[in-house]
């Protein structure tokens, strides 16, 4: 547990078997951590970590302030796109999402990148009212998902695809099953 990726995948984790103390404690320590300077723990890590469900810790302004400069410093490259799009979801600022996380499909498009970006999509336009859209991006989602299988695919690096973003994809897709009609996808009629 010497290292913040190991973290987030714990907290992943955590969420995925249904632990929401165990991940709220988590990324409490992991705050600490940071806020302690240990190299170990980038603040982006815990960012992600700390966005991954609502309500991770009480003071989601201060793991935006501690991962501010490295997502800065980075600015232009898909995962910070993606993880500033995620802390603005988070912190409620849902007009402000959509457009960070457009340009992160936009700097890599592909799949295994792109699932976060669609995923975190469909979370803001819901809360816009934007539902066709949400429909949409969640569509998107689910069809590559369900084309990856349950397990992490082989050649994963070639299209993308980190056991990083491979966990959040499931985490996010939870999350959007059960604020959807009861954890169904809405469906248009025909």
Same mark, same amino acid.
């Given at each position: 547990?010497?290292?913040? @990726?190991?973290?987030?995948?714990?907290?992943?984790?955590?969420?995925?078997?249904?632990?929401?103390?165990?991940?709220?404690?988590?990324?409490?320590?992991?705050?600490?951590?940071?806020? $302690?300077?240990?190299?170990?723990?980038?603040?982006?890590?815990?960012?992600?970590?700390?966005? $991954?469900?609502? @309500?991770?810790?009480?003071?989601?302004?201060?793991?935006?302030?501690?991962?501010?400069?490295?997502?800065?410093?980075?600015?232009?490259?898909? +995962?910070? &796109?993606?993880?500033?799009?995620? =802390?603005?979801?988070?912190?409620?600022?849902?007009?402000?999402?959509?457009?960070?996380?457009?340009?992160? =499909?936009?700097?890599?498009?592909?799949?295994?990148?792109?699932? &976060?970006?669609?995923? +975190?999509?469909? $979370?803001?336009?819901?809360?816009?009212?934007?539902?066709?859209?949400?429909?949409?991006?969640?569509?998107?989602?689910?069809? +590559?998902?369900?084309?990856?299988?349950?397990?992490?695919?082989?050649?994963?690096?070639?299209?993308? $695809?980190?056991?990083?973003? +491979?966990?959040?994809?499931?985490?996010?897709?939870?999350?959007?099953? *059960?604020?959807?009609?009861?954890?169904?996808?809405?469906?248009? *009629?025909?």
């Amino acid at each position: 547990m010497d290292d913040g @990726e190991v973290w987030f995948e714990y907290a992943a984790v955590q969420l995925l078997s249904g632990d929401r103390n165990g991940y709220r404690q988590t990324c409490a320590e992991m705050l600490k951590r940071c806020q $302690l300077q240990l190299p170990e723990m980038r603040p982006y890590h815990v960012a992600r970590s700390c966005t $991954l469900a609502p @309500e991770a810790v009480p003071d989601l302004a201060r793991v935006k302030q501690l991962s501010d400069g490295e997502l800065m410093n980075k600015a232009a490259a898909f +995962w910070s &796109l993606t993880e500033q799009g995620a =802390l603005y979801y988070r912190a409620g600022r849902y007009l402000e999402a959509p457009s960070l996380l457009e340009q992160s =499909l936009r700097a890599e498009p592909k799949p295994g990148a792109a699932v &976060l970006n669609w995923l +975190w999509l469909s $979370l803001a336009c819901r809360k816009l009212g934007r539902s066709d859209e949400a429909r949409r991006w969640i569509d998107e989602a689910d069809n +590559w998902l369900a084309h990856c299988g349950t397990e992490l695919p082989a050649g994963a690096n070639a299209i993308g $695809l980190h056991l990083h973003n +491979w966990l959040e994809a499931h985490v996010l897709r939870r999350e959007l099953a *059960s604020i959807i009609r009861g954890g169904a996808i809405e469906r248009p *009629s025909p």
